[in-house]
């Protein structure tokens, strides 16, 4: 086992870190990158989940994906993080997900799943913003 050096970590060497704990660290990451992009293959686009006109619900403007993300993390700032002021999902993540990565990976289509569209949605980007985000970052 390699000992990875400390000042290459930004971490004191008490931490027990090792490049066989990065390694699979990374791995788990991709895993769980993975595995969420697949639940969301499972659906077709469902564009109308997209749609801001598509959602009617008084005192929110937003599409039913936007509002999913939206509520979740409210509900998850006030429970986990009471201190979360307000929640701020980083716009390049947003917009790579939804406008690129999206489309390559599901089929076109609707099958009328769009609460479970959105969930899958939520998952996927919660994913990507916990893995790409750098810490402190927002």
Avoid: H
């Avoid at 699979?24 to 109308?48: C, G, V």
Wanted: hydrophobic letters at 45%; charged letters at 15%.
């Amino acid at each position: 086992m390699v000992e990875a050096e400390p000042s290459n970590l930004g971490v004191g060497s008490s931490t027990g870190i090792t490049l066989d704990s990065v390694r699979d660290a990374l791995i788990r990451q991709e895993d769980t990158i993975i595995f969420s992009l697949i639940e969301r293959a499972k659906f077709p686009l469902n564009s109308p989940a997209y749609n801001q006109s598509s959602l009617s619900i008084p005192g929110f403007s937003g599409s039913l994906v936007q509002f999913f993300v939206k509520e979740t993390e409210n509900l998850q700032a006030k429970i986990l993080y009471p201190a979360a002021a307000s929640i701020n999902l980083n716009k390049a993540i947003w917009d790579m997900y939804f406008n690129q990565l999206l489309p390559l990976f599901v089929a076109p289509g609707d099958d009328g799943n769009y609460a479970s569209t959105a969930a899958s949605d939520l998952q996927c980007l919660q994913v990507f913003f916990y893995f790409m985000t750098p810490l402190g970052a927002e």
